[in-house]
């Protein structure tokens, strides 16, 4: 079936560091691929997408390319604020079907 | 707009009461869905309305129960909970479901209501 596996966190990092949080996935066919940011107390928020091969979603200052031949979609940053201190949740949503498939999700920690 | 809505916020209600959830959205979507997530995990399915009609029931207890009266609400009845079935439970929404929804079709989630069972 498919699925997605993140990188475990916590990651924590100074502000104004570069961020980096892999995500794979595997899925048959051409998955669209998502960032949800979840902050702490409130509910998903859709950070970025990607629907193809070689798509680049960007919001925010937030980057992820979607790599068919590595089946990656990390996520990147490169400058963190400490209010991007979040989990994230790397998602996959199968061509034809609206249920999504999630990762375990990566907690971010920017400390000053 | 991209807002989903859920009432209350919080809920604490003891294992013989009855309690509803509600979520409203006014974007025109036409599929909603409820999760449950629990502490440090990823949300989990539990159920999916497909115009108003229920498509997906991922084998959730019958002390969850679902309601769509209509295209922009959302209920989910609450009976004879357990303990266990604390959490926070999501609502989100899209335009479309399925085979009808295309690329990107994108789930748009509420904030939740933190649901605690004494």
């Known amino acids: 079936g498919d699925s997605v596996t993140q990188m475990e966190g916590p990651v924590t990092l100074s502000e104004e560091a570069f961020l980096t949080i892999n995500c794979t996935y595997t899925a048959t066919g051409y998955p669209s691929l998502f960032w949800y940011v979840q902050y702490p107390g409130e509910g998903l928020q859709l950070l970025l997408k990607a629907t193809k091969a070689d798509d680049k979603g960007s919001n925010k200052g937030f980057e992820a390319t979607y790599r068919k031949e590595t089946t990656s979609f990390h996520l990147e940053k490169g400058s963190v604020q400490v209010s991007d201190s979040a989990v994230y949740f790397c998602a996959l949503r199968p061509s034809g079907y609206s249920t999504l498939t999630f990762g375990k999700g990566t907690m971010l920690l920017v400390s000053p | 707009d991209t807002e989903v809505t859920q009432t209350p916020k919080h809920l604490v209600m003891g294992m013989t009461n009855k309690k509803s959830l509600k979520c409203e959205q006014h974007?025109?979507?036409?599929?909603m869905y409820w999760y449950k997530q629990k502490a440090k995990k990823p949300p989990e399915l539990m159920f999916v309305y497909s115009y108003e009609k229920l498509s997906i029931n991922e084998s959730v207890p019958s002390r969850f129960s679902p309601e769509c009266p209509n295209s922009s609400l959302l209920n989910l009845h609450l009976h004879a909970l357990q303990p266990e079935d604390s959490a926070l439970y999501l609502c989100?929404?899209?335009?479309?479901?399925?085979?009808?929804?295309?690329?990107?079709?994108?789930?748009?989630f509420g904030p939740g209501t933190r649901l605690l069972v004494l």
């Open positions: 989100a929404s899209s335009l479309l479901e399925g085979l009808a929804g295309g690329p990107g079709e994108t789930q748009y």
């Open positions: 974007m025109g979507h036409r599929a």
